[in-house]
């Protein structure tokens, strides 16, 4: 057992300074065995030690009974992994099974301790037959046959731990964070991560000991320092390195022993005490400087290398046509490089020449992706380009033809033309170039105009139909188009949905149905790529919207406006009053298509303003609700106000009114005619009337009348009117006609 190195769960030593070389027989510790956690690993090392220092049982071999079935060989639980029922079972492992002959060989051609160290930490039964002390003829010849050779390990170390010592990464002294990276400095055993900062840190808690001053000259025999300035400082210029050079030590290390020195009275037995430590230190420090040049001659090595690689694989590139930057960082040959860099072997014309094909074939895949990439980013840019000259258009209004939704208008044989313009040689239209080909080009403008026109005629003739005029024609300039007019009017038979232009209408015009796009409802992407193509716009996706044809009609009826001759209700403000609620509501002529959904058949009937503004006695705020609905950030204060009113509550108040207002009278009239019927009786028959009603009326008149109370309105903030209006009413989409404001609110 001494010679095998004792399994812990961590490396030895930290960044504290050791004061004296452990002693030939404490085992180096090295953490080889893969565990989930230190604990275990520790109690299954004691149990390890303790078995081996007693006698092991003798294994129980029975014969099989007579007719029973063989018995299975047994099977090393800690080397295998239970499969679940669900779970396939995993291909043996048959590089486990390899003899130690083969393995020797296989490990040893890696040429590195740190690969060996990589397979030992895999499973437990390679970490004993590694750890072993007959296999330390692997990690020796593995460390001789290395590019950069490490010197021979001092005798603390076995051939594994030293490996571990060498290549393991640790915890940054500065960050606390694990790191890759090996100890900047052996011989204190301090470890940096690749952040520079780290390292400045630390360094200014670092001493420099002065070689030719007393106390630090006599301090410095058995005290580790760094192995040289370049510990510290990456500079090449500096070559400084132990016993001559300027090293550096921990300030508090350095601190305590310079105190403990001071402190001492009988100077010669406290420096004979010292003579052990001081050839350990000795032997210590020459071992580490010994180190330290390995390391930086591997660094020399790995660039040395690194410049010969890249050099031949420029070469390579530029005699086959291809760039160097997309062989190594879009090809299978870049990792393949770097690799060869990091285990510091250099590149062959072999190397290149078998990876030549396979080159070839993922440069051409690149070539073919970026090709697509350019194509997709011509065509976003022509969309682009379309869209803005499609919005130029509706903004204008200068087209005498309808504008079809933006998906219609891309599909448009020119615009199509255009959009695909140069897509298939990857490269884009200048900024502006396709707009400014619409605008000024004649032809091109000529032939957008007839599309339109032909899109439009080919739509009006279906829409014709679902509003009963089958093969409407007319000589007569003056009348207009049955979908133009103003009883015209369609819902979408897929979405059932308008945009917020017609929110206010719950239905849409011919305008409307041209531009309509249907919003996609699909909850999830699945869904909605399944639904992109069958929401293509087509005329025949549309149906008439009954009630609101019936109460337009109505409406134009009342106002007396020939409707096959004007297109718009005429301006200003007319009010009619809806007959077929339950409340007779007042309503303004823009929002009677709106509110005939309410009914199956509406009725109407027209009320002067001055009627309307009494019955309505707060203000009719036109497209108010719609705002607020809307939730922008204008009206973000005037939704939180308490500000709103139940008109249909107002209208019951007021009948409520009305009617007690009205009994009230009744009972003044009825008093005033049986005061009069009195006094014709006094005169006739003076006996039928009983004193004491006289009297309790007399006390009646004599109290002053008090005027009738007239309750204030509920206020809400409109969210709160919202739920009134649904609770108390039913109406779950909330109109201007259901609310009024108690204060006015800017708009």
Not at 43 to 52: G, M, P, R, W
Not at 436 to 453: D, G, I, P, W
Not at 547 to 565: C, N, P, Q, S, Y
Request: positive net charge.
């Amino acid at each position: 057992m001494s010679d095998q190195p004792v399994l812990d769960t961590h490396l030895p030593g930290n960044s504290s300074v050791p004061t004296s070389e452990p002693s030939q027989s404490t085992p180096e510790t090295i953490n080889l065995i893969p565990s989930a956690s230190s604990s275990t690993n520790t109690s299954e090392n004691a149990q390890s030690e303790s078995s081996d220092s007693r006698p092991r049982k003798k294994i129980r071999v029975e014969s099989p009974k007579p007719g029973a079935p063989p018995s299975e060989p047994h099977v090393n639980e800690s080397n295998t992994v239970a499969a679940t029922p669900d779970e396939p079972i995993p291909p043996p492992c048959y590089f486990l099974k390899l003899p130690l002959e083969l393995l020797a060989e296989i490990l040893i051609y890696t040429h590195s301790s740190k690969d060996i160290l990589a397979v030992a930490r895999c499973t437990k039964n390679l970490c004993a037959t590694l750890l072993n002390s007959s296999s330390n003829y692997i990690w020796k010849a593995a460390r001789e046959a290395d590019a950069c050779p490490l010197p021979d390990p001092v005798q603390i170390f076995s051939e594994a731990a030293y490996a571990a010592f060498i290549f393991d990464g640790g915890i940054c002294e500065t960050c606390k964070r694990k790191t890759d990276a090996m100890y900047t400095t052996f011989a204190l055993r301090l470890r940096f991560c690749m952040n520079p900062d780290c390292m400045n840190q630390y360094s200014k808690k670092m001493y420099a000991p002065k070689r030719n001053v007393d106390p630090d000259r006599i301090v410095l025999q058995w005290v580790p320092v760094t192995e040289g300035e370049r510990c510290f400082n990456r500079s090449e210029a500096i070559h400084s390195i132990w016993p001559s050079g300027r090293s550096l030590c921990p300030c508090t290390s350095w601190a305590n022993a310079v105190n403990e020195y001071n402190s001492k009275i009988n100077m010669p037995d406290y420096l004979s005490s010292k003579a052990t430590l001081i050839k350990s230190n000795t032997r210590w420090m020459d071992f580490c400087v010994k180190l330290h040049k390995w390391k930086h001659l591997r660094d020399f090595r790995y660039q040395d290398i690194r410049k010969d690689n890249d050099r031949l694989a420029k070469e390579f590139t530029e005699t086959n046509g291809w760039t160097y930057q997309d062989v190594m960082n879009s090809t299978g040959y870049g990792p393949f490089h770097r690799h060869k860099a990091a285990i510091y072997e250099k590149i062959t014309q072999i190397d290149l020449n078998l990876a030549k094909s396979m080159i070839e074939q993922q440069l051409l895949e690149l070539t073919e992706k970026r090709q697509r990439r350019a194509k997709e980013a011509a065509y976003a840019h022509n969309r682009a380009e379309i869209d803005t000259h499609y919005q130029r258009l509706r903004s204008s209004k200068a087209c005498p033809y309808p504008l079809p939704s933006l998906p219609v208008f891309r599909q448009l044989p020119v615009v199509n033309l255009l959009l695909l313009s140069e897509v298939d040689g990857g490269k884009a239209s200048p900024s502006g170039a396709i707009g400014k080909t619409l605008q000024s080009t004649a032809l091109m403008r000529t032939m957008l105009e007839e599309q339109l026109k032909k899109w439009g005629d080919s739509a009006r003739e279906t829409l014709v139909q679902t509003l009963g005029y089958s093969g409407w024609k007319t000589a007569n300039k003056g009348i207009l188009h049955p979908v133009e007019r103003l009883d015209a009017r369609w819902t979408c038979n897929r979405c059932h949905d308008v945009p917020h232009r017609y929110a206010e209408d719950g239905c849409l015009d011919f305008e409307g149905v041209c531009r309509h796009e249907c919003k996609d409802k699909a909850k999830s992407k699945g869904k909605a790529a399944k639904r992109r193509g069958k929401d293509v716009w087509v005329s025949t996706m549309f149906i008439k919207d009954e009630k609101a044809i019936t109460a337009m009609r109505k409406l134009v009826t009342l106002f007396g406006i020939d409707i096959e001759r004007v297109k718009k209700l005429p301006e200003g403000e007319r009010w009619v009053e809806c007959t077929s609620c339950n409340l007779p509501m007042v309503l303004h002529m823009n929002s009677v298509l709106g509110h005939c959904h309410r009914h199956n058949n509406m009725e109407l009937r027209e009320i002067p303003n001055s009627e309307a503004t009494k019955k309505l006695e707060y203000p009719f705020n036109f497209g108010l609700a719609q705002k607020l609905v809307s939730l922008s950030p204008k009206m973000a204060s005037a939704i939180e106000m308490k500000n709103y009113g139940c008109r249909h509550c107002l209208g019951k108040s007021k009948v409520r009114e009305e009617k007690v207002a009205l009994a009230h009278d009744q009972e003044r009239c009825e008093g005033k005619l049986v005061d009069g019927q009195g006094e014709l009786n006094t005169d006739t028959i003076t006996i039928a009337v009983d004193a004491q009603k006289d009297e309790d009326k007399a006390k009646e008149k004599a109290k002053p009348e008090k005027p009738l109370e007239i309750k204030k309105p509920n206020l809400f903030i409109f969210n709160g009117i919202r739920s009134h209006l649904k609770a108390k009413h039913g109406i779950e989409q909330i109109r201007d006609e259901d609310f009024f404001c108690a204060k006015p609110i800017e708009l």
